[in-house]
Structure formats: C-alpha cells, structure tokens
C-alpha cells in the first residue's frame, strides 16, 4: 500500500466539496476567527509559484484555529473590475466579462489543485452586479455625507443643511472652497444650483475639477504610470494636461484618525512608517504675501515660518490660478512658453527627477510683511498645486532644493536675518524672534516658529495650521470597465440615483473606445447615458480600488439583498483578525478600506472602524533565471563556463526545460521557432545555464506552475515546501530542487501507519516515556510556530519528530494519532487519508489539538562526567531525583569507574548536583 499522493489528494479534494466540509456558519456560540488573503486579481496568466505563498499561509493558519475550537472565516474571492482586463480585452477583441470568467475558472482550479479550505459558498466577484450594487450604495453613502469636525466623525449631509438653516455656515470650515462664507439668511435665499454647488464643498464623495493626462492621438486620459516622458507609453503620442472634472474622496477628512488608527493595529513598523509619511502630517502656518502693485496676495503654507526673514524668493506651481493674474506682459512669452513645457511633464516625473531645476520668472515681486523686502514670484514644475496651497516662500540658505534653485538662476542668498518687522522699533518679541529663528542657536525651533506666528496672527496675516501631505483621492476612471456611478445629471446638476434602483448596471458594448473629450467609453452608449430630456448619467466608472475597499465585509453575509451585511453579523465577524498580503497596497487598498471601514463606522451600519487587526505582509518568492550565451550574429550557443571566450548576446530560457543548471538542448530546440537551428558548445558533454535571482515573472520565462508542481510531487509536498524555503515575510528565491526533500518526509511519514505489505501497522500499545517526549517536543515547538506564522521552523519540528520516532520504531496509535492532527493544516490530505486508515469518520478537522504536557519533556536523567582527578573518564546517566549518597554508590558500583579506579579507594566524591562528579584519589 504505498503513497499514492495524486488519487489520495484527488479524493479527498472531491469528497470536502461534496460534504461541504469547509462551510462557515455564523455561530455566535464559538470563539471567531476571521483569517483573509489580500483580494486577487484574477489575470489570464494564472499563478505562479510565488502567489500561492500568502494563501498557503493563511490556509494553515486557518485549519490550526479550527482545530482549536474556533469558528474560522476564510473566503476567497475575485477583484475582478479594473484596467487589466480591459486592456486584455482591446488587445484580444474579447468582452472583458468573458476574459473575466475564463481567468476565475483558471483561478479558482489551480487553488482546489492545492487544496485551501476556503468556504467557497462565500466567493464573491466584483463584476457582478449583486456585489457592486452594494458598492454603489456606499458610495451614496459617502455622497450623502459630510465630516464634521466638531463631533470628528461622518454625518448625513441633512445634518450639515440644518446647521446652514440655523446659523450658516459659521463654525463650520469648508473642506473645499474655505472662502465660501454665508448667513442662515442668506443660505436660505440662494437657488438650488447654488445650495448644492456649496454643499459639494463638503461631501465626502464630490465633484471637482482636476488636471488629467489627456492624450488627443488615443482619445482618453492616461494613469501617470502610463505617461513617459511627455508621450503614452502606448504609441508614442504627445499628452498634455486638461482640466477636466472629477470624482474624489474626502479621505483627507480622516488623515489624524487613520493616523492615530495605527496605534491600534498590529501592522509592522515598516507599515505604520509607511503610511505616516504618506498622510504626511506637519505642523506649521499659512501666510498671506501681498504682491507689488497688486491687489492679489500668495498664500503660502510652511512648517518653518521661523525662517520667514531668509526669504529670498516665492514659488508657485505652474498651475495656480494667480500665474496668469500677476505675470507682468514682458514675461509673457517667456511664461507661456515654460507652462508648454510642464504640461508635457507627469507629476511622478516632476516630483521625482529633482537634479533637474527649471523655472520662470513671473515679473511679480511679493513683499516680506516683516521686513518690507522684494522678492522675486517664480513658478517651477518642482512645486504643485495640490500640495499644500501651491505656493512655497523660498529660503536657499535652509533648504537645500531652494538653494540649488537660487544657485542656477543666480537669485541673491540671504544669509543674515533680516531686520524685524517692517522697521518696527520696541517689538517685546523682535529679538526674540531674530535670535531664535532657527539660523541661530538658543530657543528651540518650535518656540521660535510659535513667536512668529503669534505675530502674524496679529499682524492678520497668518494663522496656525495642521496641513497634511495626503490628497483626496480620485475616484473617477474614464474606462469602461469598472462599476458605474449611481449618479445622474439634471440640467448638469449631479443627484444620487434612488436606492431601490441599485445596481446600475454596467450597460453590454462592444467597443470600448473613449467617449468625446476625455470622457469614459460609456459616453458613446448614448441610449444609456440619456436618461430623459436634460437627464444624463456619468460617464466614467469608479476605480479598481471600489470594490476592495469593502469586500471583507461581504464575505461576513454574501447573500444578503437587503444590505451589505447585516449589522449582527458584522458584530458578530468583526475586524478581520489576521490579513496577509503584500506591501504594494500599503498606501492604496490600506488607506481607502481603513477610510470606508470608519465611515460606515460613523454612520452606525458597522460597530468597528479599523478593519484589519492584524496584517502580515508576506515576502515574495523570487525566480531564479536561467541564461544562454549566443555566439553573437550565429544561431551558436556557448556554456556559461566558455562564454568569456566570445561575444555573446545574454538570453533568458524557460527554466522548465533547465535541470539544476544543465539545459535539456533537445526541448530548447522545440521551444521556439527561431532556435530549432541551435548549435552548443558544450562543457564536459552538457550545456551550462547562468543564473540570477530576478522577479518571478513571464517575460523572464522563470515563472513555474503550481499545477506542475503538484501533479509531480502532491499538494501537501508543495504546501510544505512553500513554508519550508524561509519565514513568511522574507522574500525568497525559487528552487524546485529543494522540493524532493519534502517529498520524501512526506514518504517517510507514510510508512510509519503504513507498510507496502502488511498494511496499517498502528498499534494500540501504551507509549513510551521517550515516545512521549519526542511528542510533546514536536506539540510545543509545532504550536507555537504556528501560532507566529513561523512555518519554516514547524516544517523542520515535524522532520525531526518523524525522523526520531522513526528510529525507535514507534507505532503507537496515542503517538500518531497527535502527530496527524499537529500535521493536517499543514499536508491536509495525506493527514485525512491516515486519519480515515486508522479508524476516523470523521474529518480530522473535527479533532481537538494536541495539549502539551511539559511533564512528559522534562528530563528525569542527567549524564554526568566522571573525572578522576579532574579528567574526564567516562559518562553515567544517572536520576535527578538522587541524593548525594546515592549518586556516590551508583558511581562506585559502575564497571567502568572500578577499571579505571584499578583497585584503590577514593579520598573524597565531590559532586555538584545536575553538573558534574570527580573521584580524588
């Protein structure tokens, strides 16, 4: 009866479908457990080796906490609107829904090939209309909504139109346009155009205008990622910016609680850093500049007003709206010339290339308020209108860049402090503020910066600010596939569509290209978009970040058609306890589902508002390349040892067809057209590859399917070595090699139930203390592994075990019987498989966890060495639990003492207890 891994693995993945073994009820009774995998994008390629590593993870994580006792939610599902697939799908002439469903068929069989215990009766897709429908509600939900900073959390915009009813909009800080101010009076009397454009200035999910890549030549507008060098990276066509209008997300609003949210998760350090720097708060002042011969002033903000006196210039992004007001007509060209320029420059690349210093003199001078100097207004593409207010007061000799700037413009450098506020002669604070302004040593900065703005704010130009680096987040897409707004237009007037109308759905087109102007394909379906006379909907779609935002809450009630999911429920699931995923979404599908969780926590449809307790972000499995040398301009092939000999083109080779380092020259000749003509030289009769560790990916050709993998070797052998090649977090390179290691564990194991021959060969004999040790070794090292996410060193506990319970010959059913439960979530079939041999209906899942006894791994027996005279001659291993007498007369008594004592008698036996024992002669 041998290990036959592929019909065992085969029956055990039907039977669990066919018993639903792995269903999740909301059993309010049992503990809960809540373990998710970061939301998939099923693409066409299918996986590789290195995604199973998060799931594989998870999915031992997972089966442990059950058999713990706990109720464990494990889903999986499908982020299956966005980009990718839409793109595939120009590429292909394919409807992106039937691309979609072919790739989640793909999906979905290569992770039943590895045997995970999703509850499968929860999968949800965000392409379909049940999921987005609910999608589309909370973002009415953010539509209908305001922030209110008094009670610091979401309230329903009705709140926000009593307030305005009452006493205006005194108190009451627009987020938006902060210079909209107005009476109960006069709110009342404005027409309802008027009432909702203000309104909108408060909405969590609002309409603004926004500078877009736009690309004339393909009719859309371009990611950044997707711009290069002033050109789409696709065709080559010029991209401008245009101002066109947008959707976005309030999520600014909730920059200090996502920042003091932190305090409460279990997130690496690394991750917490990562998200603070990119909220990105600061304290510091907003200061009004007057301009020379202008009514206009440039409102700056800056984190250092105590350097306000080494101003020697102004900066404003290219983009403010004062650039056309106060350029003076003889920098007219020269300005027009420069915004050309810029409008060909993305912002990653503006925000990034900062050896690079360009700019252009506006002719408009500002004022310094405290010493009256002129300084030269500049704009330059390193400063941009949405950070901060667009505007920066240059001081070259504390900041570098600004130094850089004024060194290639040859601006004049301020290095002594200016003389104190506009002349002014008995200021108590003036020597203060000049000694202490952070050029010089003595007060703190933050003492010094608190001077001046005090001033300032007497002065009334000035205040104190808490700015934060984080934008609002664009939530409009001109692409086709993504979920459709749930907004219409009347007479250009945006309106929430009613609830029971939901879900939108996204209308059935054939051709997705780009609606006139920039807007999205949905624009061409124009029986769609006409709603009725002066009615339209919205054209573009929401991000592919919408439908990730939330659906760990839908896992907790999928088929709910009344709401998202039922408030008890939600209670009941909670936070997502532990999430495993990578640290590409750091700053995007973190921030926005933290953002949406406290949203729908402030309007009361949850009780939680951080939705991941704990995150571990998985390393990534690496590829390790393959290489062959081409004798440049021959179809001549070199081994990697001969190469230097010659000049030689480096070419990948699918590693699939490389054994170790040996290339299989046969199946490279098959491979590919253009080397069927392939000629080697060889070294020592076989073909040498060269290799690196790169990114595992298809372009490389050293991608390898987990299919293969499983079919050659079993699932649980894949499983177990994907935890085997190093902790969770470290990124790894791929070696199948390593794999047959595993391999024969996995035999070893078998063999200890089972011989070829004789069959089961479990017997119901009482263990051994040492039996009893070596399981209970295994118990405490393997449970506490598991319980850290430290499965590597798991994996080597059960080796050991295995390998030490081999070598005494235990087959003892109260041994085994443990040893499989401790194994199951780790090689779930073979653990079934064994547990049904030796007499189990039930699933293994259904056992209790081992319990350590630290009784049975204490140590009775100490060895000893015994001296004579100080040199060790020879070990006894003798009970700890003697006393000193009789310690003396075993040693005494012993063979090998007597022979090496040769007949005399010791003066003294000096024993130090548990150390050691020394015979003086």
């Known amino acids: 009866m041998e290990y036959n891994f592929r019909a065992i693995e085969k029956k055990w993945q039907e039977q669990w479908a066919d018993s639903h073994v792995y269903q999740v009820k909301n059993d309010t009774s049992k503990p809960k457990c809540y373990v998710l995998d970061m939301f998939p994008y099923p693409s066409g390629a299918g996986l590789h080796v290195g995604h ?88 009415l939900q953010l539509f209908e909504s305001w922030y209110n900073r008094g009670t610091q959390k979401a309230e329903p ?83 401008v910016k245009k101002k066109m209008r947008q959707w976005f997300l309030r999520i600014t609003e909730y920059a200090n609680r996502l920042l003091e949210g932190l305090e409460t998760v279990e997130f690496s350090e690394a991750m917490k850093e990562m998200q603070r720097n990119w909220i990105g708060k600061s304290q510091g002042a907003e200061i009004k500049f007057n301009i020379k011969n202008s009514d206009e002033k440039v409102e700056v903000y800056t984190t250092r007003p105590d350097t306000i006196f080494g101003v020697d210039f102004m900066v404003i992004a290219p983009e403010h709206e004062l650039v056309q007001k106060i350029t003076t007509p003889d920098q007219k060209a020269a300005i027009e010339e420069y915004l050309d320029y810029v409008q060909s420059r993305s912002e990653r690349e503006r925000m990034s290339e900062v050896k690079q210093v360009t700019g252009c003199f506006t002719g408009a001078y500002a004022i310094n308020p405290f010493d009256g100097r002129e300084v030269p207004i500049w704009i330059a593409e390193y400063v941009l209108a949405g950070y901060g207010t667009g505007a920066i007061m240059a001081v070259p ?69 808490i700015n934060y680096k984080m934008r609002d987040a664009g939530f409009s897409r001109q692409r086709y596939w993504g979920e459709p707004f749930p907004i219409i237009y009347k007479d250009g007037i945006p309106y929430a569509i009613d609830e029971k109308d939901l879900p939108l759905e996204l209308p059935h087109v054939e051709n997705y290209k780009p609606g006139p102007e920039g807007e999205g394909p949905l624009a061409n379906v124009t029986d769609w978009v006409n709603v009725a006379p002066g009615v339209k909907r919205e054209t573009n779609t929401m991000p592919g970040y919408a439908g990730s935002s939330w659906y760990f809450l839908r896992y907790m009630d999928p088929h709910n058609t009344h709401t998202f999911a039922d408030r008890k429920i939600t209670d009941y699931w909670n936070q997502v306890d532990v999430y495993v995923g990578g640290t590409e979404h750091a700053v995007g599908h973190l921030l926005y589902s933290r953002m949406w969780t406290k949203v729908l926590f402030d309007l009361g449809h949850i009780g939680f508002q951080e939705p991941f307790k704990q995150l571990i972000n998985q390393g990534m499995i690496q590829g390790s390349s393959r290489f062959v040398y081409r004798i440049h301009g021959t179809s001549q092939y070199v081994s990697h040892g001969l190469k230097d000999q010659y000049e030689t083109d480096k070419l990948h080779v699918d590693v699939n067809i490389v054994d170790g380092l040996v290339l299989d020259t046969e199946a490279f000749k098959k491979w590919r057209e253009e080397f069927a003509d392939a000629t080697f030289i060889l070294e020592d009769g076989q073909y040498i590859c060269g290799q690196e560790v790169e990114k595992m990916s298809k372009s490389k050709f050293n991608t390898v399917n987990p299919n293969d993998l499983v079919e050659k070797y079993g699932a649980d052998t894949f499983r177990m070595y994907e935890m085997f090649l190093g902790p969770v977090e470290q990124s790894k390179p791929w070696d199948t090699k390593g794999i047959e290691g595993v391999h024969r564990f996995l035999k070893k194991l078998w063999r200890l139930f089972v011989d070829e021959q004789k069959g089961v060969v479990v017997t119901d004999d009482n263990p051994t203390p040492e039996e009893l040790k070596i399981l209970h070794t295994a118990i405490n090292k393997i449970d506490s592994a598991t319980n850290t996410f430290s499965y590597n060193t798991a994996v080597s506990a059960f080796m050991i075990c295995v390998n030490d319970l081999q070598s005494i010959g235990c087959r003892k059913r109260n041994i085994l019987e443990s040893l499989l439960i401790l194994l199951a979530p780790y090689a779930p079939h073979v653990a079934e498989e064994l547990w049904q041999l030796i007499g189990f209906n039930e699933s293994i899942l259904n056992a209790p966890y081992p319990v350590y006894k630290e009784e049975y791994t204490k140590e009775s027996n100490f060895t000893y060495p015994v001296a004579l005279n100080g040199k060790t001659k020879t070990e006894m291993s003798l009970g700890l639990d003697l006393d000193n007498a009789a310690l003396e007369a075993a040693v005494l008594a012993n063979e090998a003492v007597q022979k090496f004592l040769d007949g005399k008698t010791p003066k003294r036996v000096i024993i130090v207890k548990g150390r050691m024992i020394n015979l003086v002669v």
């Open 52 to 139: 199973p590593l998060g799931y594989i993870s998870t999915d031992i994580y997972a089966r442990y906490k059950r058999l713990k006792g706990f109720n464990v939610l494990h889903t999986m599902g499908y982020d299956a609107f966005g980009l990718p697939a839409e793109q595939y799908a120009l590429e292909t002439g394919q409807h992106p829904a039937v691309t979609t469903a072919k790739n989640i068929k793909t999906f979905r069989e290569q992770l039943d090939n590895i045997g995970f215990c999703y509850d499968w009766s929860r999968e949800i897709n965000t392409s379909d209309p049940s999921y987005y429908k609910w999608t589309q509600w909370i973002f």
């Open 157 to 239: 915009i009705q709140t926000l139109i009593a307030a305005f009813e009452k006493q205006g909009n005194a108190g009451i800080t627009c987020p938006g346009d902060r210079s909209i101010q107005f009476t109960a009076e006069q709110w009342k009397g404005y027409s309802e155009v008027e009432q909702r454009e203000i309104l909108m200035q408060y909405r969590l999910a609002f309409l603004a205008y926004a500078e877009v890549n736009w690309c004339a030549a393909l009719g859309t507008v371009l990611a950044n990622d997707e711009v290069i060098n002033g050109v789409s990276e696709r065709g080559g066509h010029p991209v």
């Open 397 to 465: 000799c504390g900041d570098q860049r600004d130094y850089g700037f004024a060194k290639h413009f040859h601006l004049p450098i301020t290095n002594i402090i200016g003389e104190g506020f506009n002349g002014e002669e008995a200021n108590p604070t003036k020597d203060a503020i000049l000694q202490n302004s952070g050029f010089l040593n003595g007060m703190e900065m933050r003492k010094a910066a608190d001077l001046v703005i005090d001033k300032l704010e007497e002065m009334g130009i000035g205040r104190r600010q």
